[in-house]
C-alpha cells in the first residue's frame, strides 16, 4: 500500500512504502520471546519455591532433633541427681 503526503508546494509529494508486514513480524517476534521469559521466569519461581520448602523442612526436621536431644540430656540430668 502507498501513502501519499503532500508537501508544502502543490506538486510537492513525498511517496512511503507501508512497511506494516515488517512491523507485525517483529511484534509477532517480540511477543513470542516475551511469552518464553514469561514462562522461564514461572518456572524459575516454582524451582526457588521448591527448594525453599525444602530447606524449610530440613531446618524443621533439625531443630525438631536438637529439641529431642536437649530433652533426653536433661531427662538424663535429672537422673543423676
Do not use: P, Y
Not at 47 to 74: C, H, P, W, Y
Request: with cysteine.
Amino acid at each position: 500500500m502507498n501513502r501519499t503526503n503532500m508537501g508544502t508546494g502543490s506538486d510537492n509529494r513525498v511517496t512511503q512504502r507501508c512497511n506494516c508486514s515488517a512491523d507485525i513480524t517483529l511484534l509477532k517476534d517480540s511477543t513470542g520471546s516475551l511469552q518464553a521469559e514469561h514462562v522461564l521466569l514461572k518456572q524459575t519461581i516454582r524451582v526457588s519455591d521448591n527448594l525453599r520448602s525444602e530447606q524449610m523442612d530440613a531446618v524443621k526436621n533439625g531443630l525438631s532433633d536438637i529439641k529431642s536431644q536437649l530433652l533426653t540430656f536433661t531427662s538424663s540430668l535429672m537422673g543423676c541427681t
